[in-house]
């Protein structure tokens, strides 16, 4: 079949077409995704380079601030005896310093645990007068190490007596 002129230019142009169409779809498209790619990439890399130069700009504001939770931390490479006597320790001292009385002080034996840190439970049986419970209290919140009372009981000593029988249970958390 023999084509005409016209037909045949038809042909070559749409030929051309096709092969232009095609062309772009082998090389240009290929090339563009990479492209895109990059500049995802390159954007997400400026993202974490300003960050960078945040933290970098802000470090003595981070490391300040860091400094006042650090003794949080400072149990965080001993054993379970170990940060359990720290906190006794810990307890004991406060417990001189506002006058409470321990009369007994008992650690649990179970220990919970979370991916962060572990809490131990210690019973105190004490006495004292009001005022330095509160002020043991406030001692145990102001303490270099994490403690909180979980339970508390207050009895008083006598009929007439001003001072009070209190079992607490005080936790003491380290951090891992």
Not at 47 to 68: H, P, V
Not at 154 to 164: E, T
């Amino acid at each position: 079949m023999v084509l005409k002129k016209r037909e045949m230019i038809l042909a070559y142009v749409i030929a051309g077409l096709l092969g232009v169409w095609g062309l772009a779809r082998v090389i240009f498209v290929p090339f563009q995704e990479r492209l895109a790619t990059l500049e995802r990439t390159l954007t997400v890399k400026e993202a974490r380079f300003k960050k960078g130069a945040s933290l970098r700009d802000n470090g003595d504001t981070i490391t300040s601030e860091y400094a006042q939770y650090e003794s949080y931390f400072s149990l965080s490479a001993i054993s379970d005896e170990e940060a359990v006597a720290a906190l006794l320790k810990e307890i004991e001292k406060l417990s001189r310093a506002t006058e409470l009385t321990i009369l007994d002080m008992k650690p649990q034996k179970s220990v919970e645990k979370d991916k962060f840190s572990k809490q131990f439970q210690i019973v105190v049986k004490a006495e004292s007068g009001m005022g330095e419970l509160v002020k043991f209290l406030y001692a145990l919140y102001a303490s270099p190490l994490l403690f909180s009372v979980e339970k508390m009981t207050l009895l008083p000593k006598g009929d007439d007596s001003s001072i009070l029988s209190s079992i607490m249970t005080v936790v003491g958390v380290v951090f891992i």
